[in-house]
């Protein structure tokens, strides 16, 4: 048995068969629990008891549908490092209320090496993005500096 996370301070065992379930869900999430249980070789009460055990314990956060950028009116689609000129808990806290009312980004997260933040950002196009760039990020005061990389193509992308 593998553990992953914490969930309420307490390590989730499990097993194989867990593994098995989140897999099938982390891909398609509306799987009928019928089809989820013939796939694992539990019978659906028990496949249904399974699930609801992982959504309790913390494993299973939420379920939610996976838009089309391009057709949602995100097609532009760039991660952009953002360095901080201050490292105090106050200036994390400013950018990440900033960045938080954003809409355009889509994920934000702190991490380690020369840059305190990566960010994926979605936005209809070129333009959009500059505005962004210019009128959000080149406006906050914690900023230091900005590293752009846009996406050419995602041969794989399993954020669901």
Not at 90 to 110: G, L
Request: with cysteine; glycine share 8%.
């Amino acid at each position: 048995m593998r553990s992953y996370g914490q969930f309420s301070h307490i390590m989730m065992k499990l097993d194989q068969i867990d593994e098995e379930i989140l897999h099938h869900l982390s891909r398609d999430g509306r799987m009928p629990n019928t089809e989820l249980a013939d796939r694992v070789g539990l019978s659906p009460s028990a496949c249904l008891r399974r699930v609801t055990a992982l959504e309790r314990g913390g494993a299973i956060k939420g379920y939610r549908a996976v838009l089309d950028p391009v057709v949602t009116g995100g097609g532009f689609t760039a991660y952009v490092a953002v360095a901080l000129n201050d490292h105090t808990k106050t200036s994390q806290e400013a950018f990440e209320r900033a960045v938080a009312r954003a809409a355009a980004v889509r994920e934000c997260h702190n991490v380690t090496g020369t840059v305190e933040y990566l960010l994926r950002v979605e936005v209809a196009d070129l333009a959009a993005f500059k505005a962004f760039h210019t009128d959000l990020l080149g406006t906050l005061p914690q900023v230091h500096g900005l590293t752009t990389y846009v996406v050419m193509g995602s041969p794989k992308d399993m954020r669901a």
